[in-house]
């Protein structure tokens, strides 16, 4: 099972950590190894910031009750004083390191010695908070079977409404040296927590149970809700600050974690320790999990086109490649048909070569698709055919070895494909004119391939289609990942989004090519299709609406409807299909199979969208 706080190294490697981000104040007095002579309490060490007033210094004799024990990952138990102060800034619970398995109990009464630190899940590097910890410990078990302190509810009235506080700008935005403020901000509300025994109510699933061991849940079950029973990430402002990850204490060999979908109910009381890992920020981890209540959340299946109308739709299949079991290809084969009602056009992201991951040089994905294509016509489905450009080993990004690209489908009995002098890997395609309309050079084409944008990221596959002798021009795009970007429970408030600056150049790339296309007909039927890895109301979006050129398509659909992805908790937007001024009335719809369920396909949701051109 994947660690909560994985640690490479030990307690040395904590301290490089605290001292590579700051953390360490006070190293000199730390060296000198004083103890007060006064009794050191959990309060103490916590303090009111979210950095101990001793991190980095010994502690002895500190009592508590032992409230979690954790024998997996990172080893070590939670105690927590039964006697709290009168600042609700400061937590009265506190992480014990081990590194090896406990030798505690729930229940029992100790008192440890040892040094104090702040341990970074993910690094210094992660922008994550850090947990306050004691490492090294010694531990004496004072009696045993005692009562637990009592858990602090977390519900839709103690979680504030406001996020964070804005980061310190001396400090590079960090709100590590800003006094807490729990009935003010969300963040610090879970912080004056930290390490302390709380508890959960009866809350709605809003992120599906994972392959770790995990669910996301919404104490505030009105916030920002989704139609389906998530809850929407519609903002940079609008983070949803009653989502938490729900994890269990017992080993999943031990006791298997409880499958759930987005909109079930996590009912009775969940309680334990709450934690903060480098996977989702503030976790409670569960001594006791609630009853998972099933909801009844069903795959949604599209409206087919009509004859006149064309249907055009964009799907992540997530690394698809022959090595993948053939259930995969068949799943996936009856969304395309059933849920989708075989689309005249569909965008692929994420096909991989004929050796999926093997880093061999093979590059072609002939034996991908026909697998694929074979599969969806024993669903049922048309005889699609395809068209792509094969990329450069290795120079696309995604998983090495696996030359992921985006591909078109397209069923001939509806839509025809205009071949023109198709381009390679490195050939731009670029616009001309054929009877006073605009054109593709190469089709199929990547636009603007030299590009520094594009290094080490899917190139756009353009394409020029017939239908019912109208040309339409797609555009499959695959913009670089978020892979680098801080959590919203970052220490810096806001987090950067680093990855942004590159889907910000894509962006503006394809906008570019847009306009050439609009520049020569302006009643050119332009889509632009595919997983943008960035949201409708994103600067990426903006780049690509640039002008009046795209309009992002999802927007037309009402709040509770826009998503195509589930992250912590948060349905969001990573996949769209945006479209040129000539295209006014259309029908588009985000069809729900993959993102709101544990069993998923890929982790996307296919897109689609009908209009007569």
Known sequence: MRSSHPRSA????????????????????????????????IHDIQGTTRISPLNGKPVADVHGIVTGVRTYGSRGFWIQDPDADDNPATSEGVFVFTGSVPTVAVGDAV????????????????????????????????SSGNALPEATAVNEYSVPAEYAPAGDPAAGGSVNGLTLEPSR????????????????GTSRVVGATDAYGELWVTVKGWENAAKRGGTVYGSYESQNTGRLQIQQLAP???????????????????????DFNQFGGYTLVARALGTVK??????????????????????????????????????????????????????LEEIQDDNGAKNDGTVSAEQ???????????????AYQWRSVTPENNKDGGEPGGNIRQVFLFNPERVSFTDRAAGDAVTATGVTTERGKAALTHSPGRIDPANPAWGDSRKPLAGEFLFRGRTVFVIANHFASKGGDEGLTSHHQPPARKSEEKRLLQAQAVNGFVKQLLAVDKNAAVLAVGDINDFEFSGTAKALEDGGALYSAIKSLPKAERYSYVYQGNAQVLDQILTSPSIKNFAYDSVHINAEFSAQNSDHDPQVLRFRP
């Open 368 to 382: 991908t698709l026909t697998k694929f294509t074979d599969a969806i016509k024993a669903a049922g489905g048309p």
């Open 185 to 200: 901000y969300a963040l610090d509300f879970y912080e004056s927590l930290e390490g302390m025994n709380v508890r959960i």
């Open 10 to 41: 030990a307690v040395a490697a904590l301290v490089a950590t605290a001292l590579a981000t700051g953390l360490l104040a006070g190293t000199a007095d730390a060296a000198e190894g004083a103890v007060s002579a006064d009794p050191i309490r």
């Open 252 to 274: 999943l060999a031990q006791q298997p974690f409880p499958v759930a979908n987005v909109g079930d109910k996590l009912t009775g009381t969940t309680e334990g320790p709450l």
């Open 111 to 142: 008192k440890v010695s040892g040094t104090v630190g702040e341990y970074v899940p993910g690094g210094a590097n992660s922008g994550n908070q850090s947990v306050t910890q004691i490492a090294k410990p010694t531990v004496t078990v004072l």
């Open 294 to 347: 099933a909801g009844t959340l069903a795959p949604e299946k599209t409206k087919a086109q009509s004859p006149g109308e064309l249907a055009v739709a964009t799907y992540n299949v997530e690394n698809l490649d022959p090595t993948d079991p053939q259930e995969k290809f068949d799943n996936l084969a009856k969304a395309v048909v059933t849920n989708l009602a075989s689309p005249d056009i569909v965008a």
